[in-house]
């Protein structure tokens, strides 16, 4: 079996003597693999673990470039070095360009010179596997405004702390946090539950860099709306030739995040037969690639999260109730925003501060009856829809304020929908089904206006200080605009 402990070396050379003396002086630190052509070379790396390729550049079939050219094609992430009798500058440069090859050793070599170059070469991938980890966790990163970090992987642990996850004082979400906060110290799995949008992704990150394992990989992986056998494959890796389209081997999401977490989203979707797959995972902490005889160990913690009601699965017998227990040692629920109204003026902010730098697009900010709506619709996409409403209006906006008028019909239709009277004598509904019709801006927007005047006043249950205040006007303001729309307790309104 192969010692995945240590970095895996190939040696290529005709000449079965050098590949014997390579192979003895990098076999203590190394898994030293051996071929005698380059067409046995290919099928090592085809199903072995390796770093590194040593290739002698004289020999019969193809030359060492011409090999390592193929190996960069197939597998670019290996480290591919050149043993020459002779260094001709031009040779160099057409090696370099064809087949990225990271050093030439020139005959007759020294043994420190080709242990040093091969520790460094080992170095070398595991500091560009590191660098394309990094960079993959930065693309999906939000923007964060004003923060400076000494590296990137800093900038990836402060963008998603708990305080990432953006909320008003005496928010529920914040014992969520609590209790999220307490449970990423403990080696065990998590289950987050919660509707689509409403950050269940962001809180299993701040979960992994609030944990010990913080500096290790994070690696996600949705497993709604896949096929098993991709999902298999994406999991738990393959081997080449494993089924049609296997070209090469490849290693498993659950082998990359070894040391670190992974966030296995849409849980609930998975087939009975892949449950049974992930629950042998849970139980015994060990992979096998699809295709493969081998399995190996791995240490990853699991953190799983659904938008589905997964006890009513399980008794529904759609999901295995030990894979249930095995995944909800610690279950968290995010609520929806419609349950935290508090959380949307404060989430609106930042979202629009983080999108008007990302765009490079200042808006000074909301107008109030703008709040007013967001804070009014029930955002059934939760935070998602509402970036989403968000950036749409920073698109649209030609001032500096998010007028009313740029929201969105679904929105202003919803937000007035959902502006019911705290009981039937204080009014009627307003009016607002008027919106989605036709008809010029302006007087649209007057009915946008009517509606949230009427809804704020039956919100405020008539109160009408309470109802200026909240909509940043006087109290001459309102009585003037409410003369003007006809609006009074108790009658329908006229527009
Ligand atoms: N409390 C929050 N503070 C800041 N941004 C948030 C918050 N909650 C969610 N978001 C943002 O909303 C978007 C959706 O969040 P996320 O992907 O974590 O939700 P989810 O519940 O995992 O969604 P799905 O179930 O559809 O995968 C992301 O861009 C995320 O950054």
Redesign the pocket.
Known sequence: MTDTTRPGILVVDDEPRSVEVIARLLDEEFEVFTALSAEEGLRLLETEWIQVVFSDQRMPEVSGVEFLTQVRERWPEVVRIVITGYIDPEDIIGAINTAGIHQFITKPWHPDHLLLTARNAAKMYQLQREHDRLTNELKLL?PVAETRVASKRERVRQSYRFD????AEGSP?EEVCRQAERVAGFNVPVLVL??????????ARAIHYGSPRSDQPFYCE?CGAIPDELLESELFGHKKGAFTGAHSNRLGLLEQADGGTIFL??IGDISPAFQVRLLRFLQEGEIRPVGSNETRRVDVRVVA?T?RDLTAEVKAGRFREDLYYRLSTMTLT?PPLRDRPD?IPV?AR??LDRLSVAHGKPVAGFAPDTLACLEAYGWPG???EL?NEIMRMLVLCEGDTLGAELLSDQVLRGAALNARPASPEDGPLPPLDLIGQGGPLKSRIERVEAGILMETLVRCRWNKSKAADELGLSRMGLRAKLERYGIERGSAQRH
């Open positions: 939000p990432g996850l953006v909320r979400v919660g509707e689509t949008g409403t950050g269940k992704e962001l809180l949705n989203d849409e999260a938008h995010m959380d989430l930042h979202i939760n935070v998602r970036q």
